[in-house]
């Protein structure tokens, strides 16, 4: 039974390049979250996707965050022009389709964004 | 820029003990609580969760308490173990959020053989 995977696993970039972080929800789970947790903290939400729209976006840092879904499957974060903030592990979460009560969100192994 | 990491609260319990995890929320309006085991290096871990209807739920060595006059979720662990060694996040979230979950600060949980 395959969980959520995320790809690369970890990423080493040089200020300024791009980045693009990929997530493989569990199949069947129309519902898709990124989160970002920075060195010893907790869980900041960036984005949710129900399908391939995301009606939430509020949790993007800055306009250098994007992220899109194909097929209502794959997601892919993007952040343009690294920081050194940016530094973290993004983690992508998977639920079945939210209706009106909350559907549990299991999560991928994240990827470890190091931004020199 | 210095980066300053968050020093977690840290629970340091015997093997064979029980364990209790506290959290407060922040939104009376939060109708789902769910906890997270994270170990190092690895992604969060669905261990329970309890809607608001509720104010108990048991799992495998595991009940959840939810408090909504004070705000306030425990996670007890029964007979803990030292796999159980982790940080434990609570989180919430209400229906017309999209789902999106509010986590909490994370207690390391550290057992002694």
């Known amino acids: 039974g395959a969980g959520v995977s995320q790809s690369p696993s970890n990423k080493v970039t040089e200020k300024g390049k791009d980045v693009e972080l990929r997530c493989d929800p569990i199949s069947g789970h129309t519902a898709l979250y990124w989160y970002r947790q920075s060195l010893g903290q907790g869980l900041e939400f960036l984005i949710y996707?129900?399908?391939?729209?995301?009606?939430?976006k509020s949790g993007l840092p800055s306009d250098r965050f994007s992220a899109e879904r194909t097929g209502g499957s794959v997601s892919t974060l993007t952040i343009q022009r690294t920081q050194q903030e940016d530094s973290a592990v993004y983690l992508c979460?998977?639920?079945?389709?939210?209706?009106?009560?909350?559907?549990?969100?299991?999560f991928g192994p994240g990827t470890r964004l190091l931004v020199l | 820029g210095e980066s300053v990491g968050l020093h977690l609260p840290t629970l340091s319990v015997q093997e064979g003990d029980n364990s209790i995890i506290n959290c407060a929320y922040s939104?009376?309006?939060?109708?789902?609580f769910i906890w997270y085991k994270q170990e190092s290096g690895k992604g969060p871990q669905f261990i329970i969760d309890?809607?608001?209807?509720?104010d108990k739920r048991q799992g495998q060595r595991v009940t959840v308490l939810l408090n909504k006059t004070v705000k306030h979720l425990s996670l007890q662990i029964a007979a803990t173990q030292p796999g159980d060694s982790a940080v434990y996040f609570c989180?919430?979230?209400?229906?017309?959020?999209?789902?999106?979950?509010?986590f909490g600060q994370g207690t390391e949980l550290s057992v002694k053989p």
């Open positions: 939104n009376s309006a939060s109708d789902y």
């Open positions: 979460a998977s639920s079945l389709a939210w209706r009106l009560i909350q559907e549990t969100q299991y």
């Open positions: 309890i809607r608001s209807n509720m």
């Open positions: 989180a919430e979230s209400y229906y017309n959020q999209g789902g999106k979950l509010i």
């Open positions: 996707f129900q399908g391939n729209s995301a009606p939430d």
